[in-house]
């Protein structure tokens, strides 16, 4: 079964420099979240998507935007990247109209590295 | 605001022991609890949804049970392969693609 494909799944960047990720989400699924989650930390929710409209926004810095694209995949982008953004950035998807269930897949994540 | 607190942080246990893992929650307007498992570097993976105080669901060795301030993921005879990170998460209020609120998680250590 497809799952939720991210990429890159290693970034290493430095200080001030910018980063994009991107995410594919399952096909048919029409919201996508975004996730960082810092070593030993619970994911801090970013942002989410549903049917391509910015659905609701969590502790996102303004360095950072995101956006869903009319084939349903969406990309985060980083600018001025600080050392504290290290972290490793999950996308999600899930069904939300219809049957709701709640349940979100979760991709394999990027692990950024910022030097 | 919402949050969600988990405990213990770490857990330890012997094969064939069982225990529970604890989730205090406050949300305005819950629109569900869920269970989700973490293995090391990977993105968590979803375990049970709750919806509305009383309810339980069970899946092989794990049972969640949900009341209107906490929520329990019960392990019986859990075996080494149930070593994980257990996360709780709530997601509130009406909003469609709204976010899901995570705790800390557990940290479930089962040795043989």
């Known amino acids: 079964a497809a799952g939720v494909i991210q990429s890159p799944r290693h970034l290493i960047k430095e200080k001030r420099e910018t980063a994009t990720l991107k995410c594919y989400p399952i096909?048919?699924?029409?919201?996508v979240y975004w996730y960082q989650q810092g070593p030993g930390q619970d994911p801090q929710f970013l942002i989410s998507?549903?049917?391509?409209?910015?659905?609701d926004k969590g502790s996102i810095p303004d360095r950072f935007s995101a956006q869903q694209f009319s084939d349903y995949h969406s990309e985060l982008n980083m600018s001025s990247l600080e050392l504290g953004d290290s972290a490793l950035y999950f996308c999600a998807s899930s069904i939300n109209r219809g049957q709701w269930t709640g349940e979100l897949f979760f991709g394999e994540g990027s692990r950024l590295t910022v030097l | 605001e919402d949050q969600v607190t988990q405990s213990p942080e770490a857990l330890r246990l012997q094969e064939g022991e069982s225990s529970s893992l604890n989730c205090s929650y406050t949300?305005?307007?819950?629109?569900?609890l869920f269970w989700y498992r973490q293995d090391p570097g990977k993105g968590p993976e979803f375990l049970f949804t709750l919806y509305s105080a009383g309810e339980e669901k069970e899946k092989e060795r794990l049972k969640a049970t949900l009341t209107k301030k906490e929520s329990f993921l019960h392990i019986t005879a859990p075996k080494p392969e149930d070593s994980a990170t257990y996360l709780c998460?709530?997601?509130?209020?009406?909003?469609?693609?709204?976010?899901?609120?995570f705790g800390q998680g557990t940290e479930l250590s089962v040795k043989p």
């Open positions: 096909p048919r699924h029409d919201t």
């Open positions: 998507f549903y049917e391509k409209m910015q659905s």
């Open positions: 998460a709530v997601q509130g209020g009406n909003n469609q693609g709204g976010k899901l609120i």
């Open positions: 949300v305005s307007g819950l629109r569900g």
